[in-house]
Nanobody, 121 residues
Framework: QVHIAESGGGLVHPGGALRLSCAAS????????MAWYRQFPGKQRDLVAS???????TVDDSVKDLFTISRDNSKNTIVPERNGLEPEDTAIYFC???????????????WGQGTQVTLTS
């Protein structure tokens, strides 16, 4: 089995930093793209940033100057970075990975369960 584990989130004061991490583990042959998405209440899930296994990063235009992303292929982890969080950043953040497991060798999309980030004064 493949596991996507998110950590971090919770309550953050405005102006604070985003502290999230995601790790893919288990029966993994190769991890292709990894990404973070977020979902605002009543809205669809939107891409924040993604990174290929070759470390090519894509940041959504709506947050291009706000978020960066880093990845460690040896640990299959991906970490979004943002300082200066604002109340508008309150959302559920989801980790995504496109993975080929060893058995069966079928490439699929995997999602974490999501972690809530809430800006509060």
């Amino acid at each position: 089995q493949v596991h996507i584990a998110e950590s971090g989130g919770g309550l953050v004061h405005p102006g604070g930093a985003l502290r999230l991490s995601c790790a893919a583990s288990g029966n993994i042959f190769i991890v292709y793209d990894m990404a973070w998405y977020r979902q605002f209440p009543g809205k669809q899930r939107d891409l924040v940033a993604s990174m290929t296994k070759e470390h090519r990063a894509t940041v959504d235009d709506s947050v291009k100057d706000l978020f960066t992303i880093s990845r460690d292929n040896s640990k299959n982890t991906i970490v979004p970075e943002r300082n200066g969080l604002e109340p508008e950043d309150t959302a559920i953040y989801f980790c995504y990975a496109r993975i080929t497991p060893w058995k069966p060798m079928v490439t699929s999309d995997y999602w974490g369960q999501g972690t809530q980030v809430t800006l509060t004064s």
